[in-house]
């Protein structure tokens, strides 16, 4: 099974006291085949992942999941990022799969 590495930095927790949808999970991959799909991901581009098989959410960015890409999963984006938020900079292991 591949798996992805989430976190919600600090950084992006002090944009979004400044601007507005700056909400974004940062995403890596441990595994190489994730890694070169991942690549390809773009606005115009939107890969649907599934974490530990029950959370689906569209990666359109190579290195982040944004709220702004997710509207059709806002309440999953919103659940994920929260509990993320709660521990910054920590990052979390999840089972991905791409849909």
Known sequence: METVFLKVTS????????????????????SDNLNQIFSNANGNNLISIQLA???TLKLGDTNAIWRSH???????FDSMF???AEYPDIEF???CSVE
């Open 11 to 30: 950084k992006v927790i002090a944009q979004m006291k400044m601007a507005i949808n700056q909400e974004q999970i940062a995403i890596k991959s441990s």
């Open 70 to 76: 997710n509207n059709e999963h806002k309440q999953e």
């Open 82 to 84: 929260s509990l993320l």
């Open 53 to 55: 098989s029950a959370v």
């Open 93 to 95: 292991e999840f089972i």
